[in-house]
């Protein structure tokens, strides 16, 4: 903790969408003022909406991450995972990138750790499945890809052959949504430069239990979706859901089993596991706060984004919803505030506006809503690629590029072998923070 003649040192753990933007408004603010530390296990802020891009192969991976070190210059990066928080003695404990056990003292805190992959109590899920929340799931899918197609290629057992090239996505939300657009469309480039799969079909299934696909949207734009992807040849299960995973493929709640060596978990997430252990006050598993961002009891401790329980004061009684979205803007929001308390200004209550949301379905095709108003296809498609380039905080002209060169250049189907299986598994992407036991 700051002694006398030093600055205040405010930690934010966690560099998502909430840290990165809570950190930046901060610096703005009050630079100079405070000594502000980012920990987090990566040395970049991931814009996330863009993610099936990468892993469609439209975006390489880089384009999609701005180092903390030019995003955020003034201030302190350090790399490490947060296992722990001592309320009482203000700091925070974490494992460091050598896997040695270190700890930061704090004056204020912000915690925006955000979410992990939700893992639900279905047989051979966690061991068969993959998430999507990292660019290390995303790259490593992006090569899955590719392999089963060349594998499938090769092989002279049609039962292989059909199975490698089955691609099972389940949950039909956003990123459900945009995986299976993405994934379908650099399948079928990759099957149509194998002599082997040109009469082979490729075959994708987007599966959910809801009535229908993103049920979150205009139910219009929920059918243009459908129908975009269905004229592609995804097959769409709603009200359906997963029974049992295996190595062979999935039992589906109906009875019928689909082979497969591919299947892609996008049912949802939940708050970190180092939120529940703080012994604070939670609400479906995110940490209560107030509508200034604080912890009640605990002024000198803030949240936002996805770990938070923010009250939604557009409608009284609900939260906010964990979307990227809510969770810059409750980022700047708690920057904000924490640099009114030292200016003795008046804290901000967060209270947001409806901006709407794009969804991208590949190729040249988009769902959007923008202000209420609903658009799909082309029209969409500019809207969207349009507010990803004014969201991003950096690396807008070779994201603009990348686009550029994709419309007329074929893409390059080739593996990268960077990620290792193990890793990206749901078992290991929806579990405990390292010293944490659940």
């Known amino acids: 903790m700051s002694g006398p003649g030093t600055r205040e040192r405010v930690v934010i753990v966690g560099a998502g969408f909430a840290g990165f933007h809570a950190a ?147 949950g039909a939300g956003y990123t459900g949504t945009e995986v299976a657009a993405n994934g379908q469309l650099l399948t079928r480039h990759a099957a149509e430069q194998c002599p082997g799969l040109r009469k082979e079909p490729v075959r994708w299934l987007l599966i959910d239990i809801a009535q229908r696909i993103m049920p979150e949207l205009d139910q219009r734009l929920s059918v243009a979706a459908h129908k975009v992807l269905t004229q592609r040849g995804v097959e769409v299960r709603t009200e359906t859901a997963v029974a049992e995973a295996s190595y062979e493929g999935v039992r589906l709640s109906t009875g019928e089993f689909v082979p497969t060596r591919t299947l892609i978990w996008c049912v949802g997430v939940r708050p970190d596991p180092l939120i529940e252990s703080l012994g604070l006050p939670t609400n479906k598993g995110r940490l209560v706060v107030d509508q200034y961002l604080r912890v009640p009891g605990h002024p000198e401790i803030y949240s936002c984004g996805d770990a938070a329980a923010v009250p939604d004061l557009t409608r009284p009684g609900q939260l906010t919803g964990m979307t990227a979205q809510h969770a810059q803007r409750q980022g700047h929001c708690a920057g904000y505030n924490i640099a009114a308390s030292h200016y003795g200004s008046a804290p901000r209550a967060y209270k947001h506006r409806d901006l709407g949301f794009v969804v991208d379905l590949g190729g040249a095709k988009a769902a959007a809503n923008v202000m209420g108003l609903p658009l799909s296809g082309l029209p969409a498609k500019v809207v969207a690629r349009s507010y990803h380039l004014l969201a991003v905080p950096d690396n807008r002209i070779r994201i603009a590029t990348d686009w550029a060169l994709d419309s007329v250049l074929a893409r390059p189907a080739v593996q990268l072998g960077v990620v290792p299986a193990e890793t990206v598994r749901l078992a290991a992407t929806a579990g405990a923070r390292p010293g944490f036991v659940e």
Do not use: Q
Request: hydrophobic share 45%; proline share 6%; charged share 25%.
């Open 24 to 170: 930046k408004t901060l610096s703005r603010l009050a630079r100079g003022v405070f000594e502000i530390v980012i920990l987090n296990p990566t040395d970049y802020f991931l814009y996330l909406p863009l993610l099936p891009e990468v892993t469609g192969g439209v975006l390489e991976p880089r384009r999609v991450a701005v180092p903390l070190a030019s995003g955020c210059p003034s201030v302190r990066f350090v790399l490490g995972t947060a296992y722990e928080v001592d309320v009482e003695g203000s700091r925070v404990a974490y494992r460091d990138a050598k896997g040695d056990d270190e700890f930061l003292s704090y004056d204020r805190l912000v915690l925006s750790v955000g979410s992990v992959n939700k893992l639900l109590p279905i047989p051979g899920v966690a061991e068969h499945a993959y998430g999507f929340r990292s660019m290390a799931e995303a790259v490593y899918l992006r090569d899955d890809l590719l392999r089963d197609v060349e594998i499938a290629s090769a092989t002279h057992d049609p039962e292989e052959r059909a199975a490698r090239c089955t691609f099972v996505v389940v």
